[in-house]
């Protein structure tokens, strides 16, 4: 299992991803960091993490396993499962615990 818990790792990549293509002059060289992050971040996960960033400045892409088909997640869903996550890890709740109707 990895050592990081999942919705710190999901937050500190969209952080990262966030903060980093925002920056003003960056030139398609700069992307080469942000792919090594997301790529070294994905190993730590035993699925197949999908990562799909473009550069607003050049409408360059970075794309990880673009060629996978992937359920698509809403914007609320994300943000609602780190939720949920942290509360699990803070109140020592199994992941594996069925909740709900």
Not at 20 to 28: E, F, I, N, R, V
Not at 57 to 80: A, C, T
Not at 81 to 92: I, P, T, W, Y
């Amino acid at each position: 299992m990895n050592s990081i818990p999942l919705h710190r790792s999901l937050c500190l990549l969209s952080l990262g991803l966030f903060f980093s293509s925002s920056l003003p002059g960056q030139d398609s060289a700069a992307l080469a960091p942000i792919r090594e992050k997301c790529e070294s971040v994905s190993k730590g996960f035993s699925g197949v993490v999908g990562v799909g960033v473009q550069e607003l400045n050049n409408g360059q892409w970075i794309v990880l396993n673009g060629d996978k088909r992937f359920p698509m997640q809403s914007v609320f869903k994300l943000p609602l499962a780190m939720a949920v996550l942290e509360k699990a890890d803070k109140s020592g709740i199994s992941r594996e615990e069925q909740s709900g109707g």
